[in-house]
């Protein structure tokens, strides 16, 4: 194993061990776990130990780990740091809450994006507290007709068991499975009608996603129609059948393209770094004096491409490195190269021509002597 691996794998098997220990405190060292849960909780561990991992060598590749670093440090600059703070609100209301950066894509495509993406995040919040025993109900002494929450075995909110919040609250991972269903539906039709979109797709990629978020959300309204209206009529069978596609969905996840949701929020990081380089002292291109970047972006665009092994730098007297000159000033270098290669070329073929016809005037008889 490379250095790099062991290190991902270490921060893997501490997410694990983090969340193991969160499972046995939060459920009061196992007494509100249900063990008919227990395959759901594995899965879990393992998709967190996958998950931490593969973040974990994705931000030592050496773009990502500049971008990482610089991303914090210019968030807490002293000077932006109440402007960073904020723009974060502002950027979490548009960016995560509403997609906006969907929305410039495509109504449609923005539309599938929010409902699934609020579905997940819906029953992501009440799945995963409830099986790891986080969040569990029960009656108070002697009264019967309400609920009492309890999270992390601590009592909070009492509600009416027959009541308007009792039925939302019971019937969370329906509305889950309602936002997630035509937002998948919106998904395949796009996919299936857009051919721009279709020469590209892949099924383990496009599809296999949208199909797992399917069969979960209709498994899950199933075992719902199931007790409340057939009188538990196959109960069992659509469990175990509920339980094969979110535990499939779990282990896949940190594989495939759901990996993007760890991924997204260290993008804005990104988005902070541009605008703190955006007003921070300017890259002029070394040929002709314009400014065209942010100086620190330029040095570490430099610094990113000797760790990869690149090298750019320019043996003269004004300029030490390519990233130095401004992308107008490029073009116009490769053009006055070429032309200078054309030209070398032209005068070759001009002394071959010549001393051609110099041996054949002398084979010939027809030269001046």
């Given at each position: ?276 380089g955006g007003m921070s002292e300017p890259a002029r291109c070394a040929r002709c004096g314009a400014e065209y970047a942010s100086k620190m972006h330029v040095d570490d665009l430099i610094e990113v491409e000797k760790a990869l092994g690149y090298r750019y730098d320019v043996d003269d007297g004004r300029i030490d490195h390519y990233q130095r000159i401004c992308p107008q000033c490029r073009r116009a270098s490769l053009a006055i190269a070429q032309g200078k290669l054309w030209e070398l070329a032209r005068g070759q073929m001009e002394t071959t021509h010549t001393a051609g016809m110099d041996i054949a005037d002398l084979l010939t008889g027809e030269s001046g002597g």
């Open positions: 194993m490379t250095r790099e691996q062991i290190k991902a794998a270490v921060w893997g098997l501490l997410a694990t061990a983090i969340l193991t220990v969160l499972i046995i405190l939060g459920s009061r060292n196992l007494e509100h776990f249900d063990a008919a849960l227990v395959g759901y909780t594995f899965a879990s561990i393992f998709a967190a130990f996958a998950i931490t991992y593969r973040y974990a060598m994705w931000l030592q590749r050496p773009p990502t780990a500049l971008y990482w670093r610089r991303g914090w440090r210019v968030f807490f600059r002293r000077p932006f740091l109440r402007r960073n703070l904020r723009v974060w609100l502002g950027r979490i209301w548009s960016g995560f809450a509403l997609n906006l950066f969907i929305w410039r894509r495509g109504r449609r495509r923005w539309l599938a994006h929010w409902l699934i993406m609020w579905g997940c995040v819906i029953a992501a919040a009440i799945t995963f507290p409830l099986v790891f025993g986080w969040i569990h109900f029960e009656t108070p002494p002697g009264d019967f007709e309400h609920y009492r929450v309890f999270v992390f075995g601590f009592p909070t909110i009492k509600f009416a068991i027959d009541g308007g919040l009792g039925f939302v609250i019971f019937h969370g991972l329906v509305w889950a499975a309602l936002l997630v269903i035509p937002g998948v539906m919106i998904a395949m039709y796009r996919r299936m009608r857009d051919h721009g979109a279709g020469a590209v797709q892949q099924f383990g990629e496009d599809f296999l996603p949208l199909i797992l978020l399917f069969a979960i959300s209709m498994t899950g309204l199933m075992l719902t129609a199931s007790y409340t209206w057939m009188k538990g009529y196959g109960y069992d069978f659509l469990a175990i059948l509920h339980a094969i596609t979110v535990i499939f969905a779990l282990l896949w996840l940190p594989f495939g393209k759901f990996f993007h949701i760890f991924q997204r929020p260290a993008q804005l990081g990104v988005a902070f770094y541009k605008d703190v």
